[in-house]
């Protein structure tokens, strides 16, 4: 679990706005810009996001994603986005040795890739609207950033103690980058819920949190999610192979690993 937050008297008024979808909460916070027209483009990227999951839930029995699952229809005859998200997919499987997957214990569900994708999606159309210097959209703890809510002070995310609750294991900040996305994945606050794809069980590690930074949510969302299945030597040294990537792994035994990078992220 992850938020974005500024610290300044001076910064600029904020639009913010909570949404509940997906079975999370969405939460914006866009600095600068007109305030009717970060309005406007906000009611269309959270528009967006029920869209996203009227079609990809699998908890949906009439959502394309459902309907492809039993074969009822075709890639072809689902949105376009539906292409999209299983090319991206594929590809992390790809990167991640198939480590990332997106079928679940052997049935097609691509929302491993979902959240973070949308996410990212909504950062980037209230990036695109004139004056605005800043945007954090947060999915469910997985935080995508653009640009800086004021032109001294960069957005800065708490990554939550997996073993401490209420406290925080680092503060990631992203001064110095236009964009930056973090996210976390580990049985604090869902269980054992991580599926190893080789025996499409619960993944069984050495790990209780692993959290990612990079410039894309999209991608960051499924490294963490494949480091954790992992565990944490192999996660690890996976993590250090990827370009543009660091990453935070904390073992039950509470012991702290992280990338060599790293540390220039933690402010």
């Given at each position: 679990?992850?938020?974005?937050?500024?610290e300044s008297a001076e910064a600029p008024a904020a639009v913010r706005h909570a949404e509940e979808?997906?079975?999370?909460?969405?939460?914006?916070?866009?600095?600068?810009?007109?305030?009717?027209?970060?309005?406007?483009?906000?009611?269309?990227a959270v528009a967006g996001l029920h869209r996203v999951d009227e079609v990809f839930s699998t908890?949906?029995?009439?959502?394309?994603?459902?309907?492809?699952?039993?074969?009822?229809?075709?890639?072809?005859?689902?949105?376009?986005?539906?292409?999209?998200?299983?090319?991206?997919?594929?590809?992390?499987?790809?990167?991640?040795d198939g480590w990332f997957s997106a079928r679940y214990r052997g049935r097609l569900d691509p929302?491993?890739?979902?959240?973070?994708?949308?996410?990212?999606?909504?950062?980037?159309?209230?990036?695109?609207?004139?004056?605005?210097?800043?945007?954090?959209?947060?999915?469910?703890?997985?935080?995508?950033?653009?640009?800086?809510?004021?032109?001294?002070?960069?957005?800065?995310?708490?990554?939550?103690?997996?073993?401490?609750?209420?406290?925080?294991?680092?503060?990631?900040?992203?001064?110095?980058?236009?964009?930056?996305?973090?996210?976390?994945?580990?049985?604090?606050?869902?269980?054992?819920?991580?599926?190893?794809?080789?025996?499409?069980?619960?993944?069984?590690?050495?790990?209780?949190?692993?959290?990612?930074?990079?410039?894309?949510?999209?991608?960051?969302?499924?490294?963490?999610?494949?480091?954790?299945?992992?565990?944490?030597?192999?996660?690890?040294?996976?993590?250090?192979?990827?370009?543009?990537?660091?990453?935070?792994?904390?073992?039950?035994?509470?012991?702290?690993?992280?990338?060599?990078?790293?540390?220039?992220?933690?402010?």
């Amino acid at each position: 679990m992850a938020e974005a937050v500024a610290e300044s008297a001076e910064a600029p008024a904020a639009v913010r706005h909570a949404e509940e979808v997906m079975g999370t909460v969405f939460s914006f916070d866009v600095r600068g810009g007109d305030p009717d027209a970060v309005r406007a483009a906000l009611d269309e990227a959270v528009a967006g996001l029920h869209r996203v999951d009227e079609v990809f839930s699998t908890y949906r029995e009439d959502s394309q994603v459902s309907r492809l699952a039993r074969e009822e229809i075709g890639v072809a005859e689902c949105d376009p986005e539906v292409a999209e998200v299983l090319e991206l997919a594929a590809e992390a499987e790809r990167v991640s040795d198939g480590w990332f997957s997106a079928r679940y214990r052997g049935r097609l569900d691509p929302t491993g890739i979902v959240k973070g994708w949308s996410a990212e999606r909504a950062a980037r159309s209230l990036r695109q609207v004139a004056g605005v210097r800043g945007v954090s959209v947060n999915g469910g703890g997985d935080v995508q950033m653009f640009g800086a809510p004021e032109p001294t002070r960069a957005w800065r995310v708490g990554i939550a103690d997996p073993l401490r609750p209420g406290g925080l294991a680092a503060v990631i900040s992203a001064a110095g980058v236009a964009e930056l996305a973090v996210a976390t994945s580990g049985t604090a606050e869902r269980g054992a819920h991580i599926v190893d794809p080789r025996t499409a069980k619960s993944a069984v590690t050495d790990l209780v949190a692993v959290t990612v930074v990079g410039p894309r949510l999209t991608w960051v969302d499924c490294w963490a999610t494949a480091a954790f299945a992992m565990g944490s030597r192999a996660g690890l040294a996976w993590l250090e192979s990827l370009p543009g990537v660091e990453g935070l792994l904390i073992t039950a035994g509470d012991e702290v690993r992280c990338t060599g990078g790293l540390a220039a992220r933690l402010g």
